[in-house]
T-cell receptor, first 114, second 113 residues
Framework: RKEVEQDPGPFNVPEGATVAFNCTYS??????FFWYRQDCRKEPKLLMS???SGNEDGRFTAQLNRASQYISLLIRDSKLSDSATYLC???????????????FGGGTRVLVKP | NAGVTQTPKFRVLKTGQSMTLLCAQD?????MYWYRQDPGMGLRLIHY???????AKGEVPDGYNVSRLKKQNFLLGLESAAPSQTSVYFC????????????FGNGTRLTVT
């Protein structure tokens, strides 16, 4: 089982609609969670961190469910410019060497159409 | 403020050739990482460094070596390139470990024929 899993999609979303998708992680010791956005053939960029109580950033809402070991991202009022791949990133405690290691999910592709 | 800069942007190698990818960051970050991204596989960690003079293996380290002689630079070496190393390589840095966000370079597209 992969440490971090995402539905690859694509999620085809009409412009203005709401879309939500999840990311599951297998290690209960995971401590930090992030959503990154990656446009085609570009580098990933941080979209938002995910806090225990859930958090919003404009049209984007992130939630964490520790009991079921998943995080979610919801996009309201989808724009054409929201079309991208959304990467879930989980900080998993790494035994060897000091510090932590971030593990990426495979990404969920979102296509917003007029 | 350039952030994270990777060179080169593109490269084509023949099997058995060697090359070094350079990553430089000007944010005084302690942590640096090398990832590869392949279709359907997501980003996989090759090697990482938690500070100047330190390196550690990631998920897929075989066939690669790294060095962090200076805090701002993290080099990724391929001693004998193989077609399986055809990929897009991303360097990233972060201020601390897993709790701080990653800043990525623009990527290097490597093709090994």
């Amino acid at each position: 089982r992969k440490e971090v899993e995402q539905d690859p999609g694509p999620f085809n979303v009409p412009e203005g609609a709401t879309v939500a998708f999840n990311c599951t992680y297998s290690n209960s010791a995971s401590q930090s969670f992030f959503w990154y956005r990656q446009d085609c053939r570009k580098e990933p960029k941080l979209l938002m961190s995910v806090y225990s109580s859930g958090n919003e950033d404009g049209r984007f809402t992130a939630q964490l469910n520790r009991a079921s070991q998943y995080i979610s991202l919801l996009i309201r009022d989808s724009k054409l410019s929201d079309s991208a791949t959304y990467l879930c990133v989980v900080n998993i405690q790494f035994v060897e060497a000091a510090g932590n290691k971030l593990t990426f999910g495979g990404g969920t592709r979102v296509l917003v159409k007029p | 403020n350039a952030g994270v800069t990777q060179t080169p942007k593109f490269r084509v190698l023949k099997t058995g050739q060697s090359m070094t990818l350079l990553c430089a960051q000007d944010m005084n970050h302690e942590y640096m990482y090398w990832y590869r991204q392949d279709p359907g596989m997501g980003l996989r960690l090759i090697h990482y460094s938690v500070g100047e003079g330190t390196t550690a293996k990631g998920e897929v380290p075989d066939g690669y070596n790294v060095s962090r002689l200076k805090k701002q630079n993290f080099l990724l070496g391929l001693e004998s390139a193989a077609p399986s190393q055809t990929s897009v390589y991303f360097c990233a840095s972060s201020a601390t470990g897993g709790g701080s966000p990653l800043h990525f370079g623009n990527g290097t597209r490597l093709t090994v024929t």
